[in-house]
T-cell receptor, first 113, second 110 residues
Framework: EPEVTQTPSHQVTQMGQEVILRCVPI?????FYWYRQILGQKVEFLVS????????KSEIFDDQFSVERPDGSNFTLKIRSTKLEDSAMYFC???????????FGPGTRLTVT | DAKTTQPNSMESNEEEPVHLPCNHS???????IHWYRQLPSQGPEYVIH???SNVNNRMASLAIAEDRKSSTLILHRATLRDAAVYYC???????????FGKGTKLSVKP
């Protein structure tokens, strides 16, 4: 069964450093998402991406964040200058069509020290 | 965004049915009711969704009240693998992103 994959599974970085989290959505999916979950808290929506542009973003997704689909298969989330409060699980998700369910990846645990 | 209310936690015995309730009294006419679950240390997983009629799939059943102000996710025979946090989410037809609440943490006892 096709699945969303994410790399790395765990990323440790120092405050102020840039990180790139990578996702490979399911191949025929057209809509892509990033969510995050701080330890013990709710899953929070960050950004949605369709047709090579951001379609929606939350208040969390400020200028420190950016997304890209560089080669038609990968979908990346970049955090330019990480803060301690960026430590969280980051989940990528994709869906095939406008009314389809979302498929989530296993997540990347980001630890900012 | 329309809100949902779920119990914080529920317990079940293995191989028994589980009924997970969700209240959504402010649901709008075009909101779909989605259920996702999150197993420990994993990403959320789609379970089922519906609009007005009851729905069945291989994972679960969804019973929707006639006034649509509440719904119940039914796991027909709970297994240990069903221990997870279950989220009831309202989603507009054209809305892409999911708004997660705290969900119900289901524990399954052997």
């Amino acid at each position: 069964e096709p699945e969303v994959t994410q790399t790395p599974s765990h990323q440790v970085t120092q405050m102020g450093q840039e990180v790139i989290l990578r996702c490979v959505p399911i191949s025929n999916h057209l809509y892509f998402y990033w969510y995050r979950q701080i330890l013990g808290q709710k899953v929070e929506f960050l950004v949605s991406f369709y047709n090579n542009e951001i379609s929606e973003k939350s208040e969390i997704f400020d200028d420190q964040f950016s997304v890209e689909r560089p080669d038609g298969s990968n979908f990346t989330l970049k955090i330019r200058s990480t803060k301690l409060e960026d430590s969280a699980m980051y989940f990528c998700a994709s869906r095939e069509g406008e009314f389809s369910e979302q498929y989530f990846g296993p997540g990347t645990r980001l630890t900012v020290t | 965004d329309a809100k949902t209310t779920q119990p914080n936690s529920m317990e079940s015995n293995e191989e028994e049915p589980v009924h997970l309730p969700c209240n959504h009294s402010t649901i709008s006419g075009t909101d779909y009711i989605h259920w996702y679950r999150q197993l420990p240390s994993q990403g959320p997983e789609y379970v089922i969704h519906g609009l007005t009629s009851n729905v069945n799939n291989r994972m679960a059943s969804l019973a929707i009240a006639e006034d649509r102000k509440s719904s119940t996710l039914i796991l027909h025979r709970a297994t240990l693998r069903d221990a997870a946090v279950y989220y009831c989410i309202l989603k507009g037809r054209s809305q892409g992103n999911l708004i997660f609440g705290k969900g119900t943490k289901l524990s399954v006892k052997p």
